[in-house]
């Protein structure tokens, strides 16, 4: 019933910007975290950021700095700016939404299809 939507993936040099964006549908069943994780070729899913409703963030090591995470709750969307990309970037990034209560999630973890993010050097 839910859906997450990705968006803004493509090819951009070393040193470049993009900025990712994931709508929820509006039926969105009370979730209240987003986030945004990535897959490399050959390597496990990992966490890049993360935001709650309230605005609390979380940022994996490697991106602090360089990526940013923030939301539009009118809109129901989850945006990942990303600067100073470097080749090692390059993956294919998930977007994920769950509803949580108390820090517990309530029910399932709901996952966009991905959108591939390419850095050139």
């Known amino acids: 019933q839910v859906q997450l939507v990705e968006s803004g993936g493509g090819l951009v040099q070393a040193g470049g910007s993009l900025r990712l964006s994931c709508a929820a549908s509006?039926?969105?069943?009370?979730?209240?975290?987003m986030g945004w994780y990535r897959q490399a070729p050959g390597k496990q899913r990992e966490l890049v950021a993360d935001?709650?409703?309230?605005?609390?963030?979380n940022y994996a090591e490697s991106v602090k700095g360089r990526f940013t995470i923030s939301r539009d709750n009118a809109k129901n969307t989850v945006y990942l700016q990303m600067n100073s990309l470097k080749p090692e970037d390059t993956a294919v990034y998930y977007c994920?939404?769950?509803?949580?209560?108390?820090?517990?999630?309530?029910?399932?973890?709901?996952w966009g299809k991905g959108t591939l993010v390419t850095v050139s050097s």
């Open positions: 994920n939404g769950r509803r949580v209560v108390d820090g517990i999630r309530i029910g399932m973890n709901y």
């Open positions: 509006r039926d969105n069943l009370g979730i209240n975290a």
């Open positions: 935001i709650t409703s309230g605005g609390s963030t």
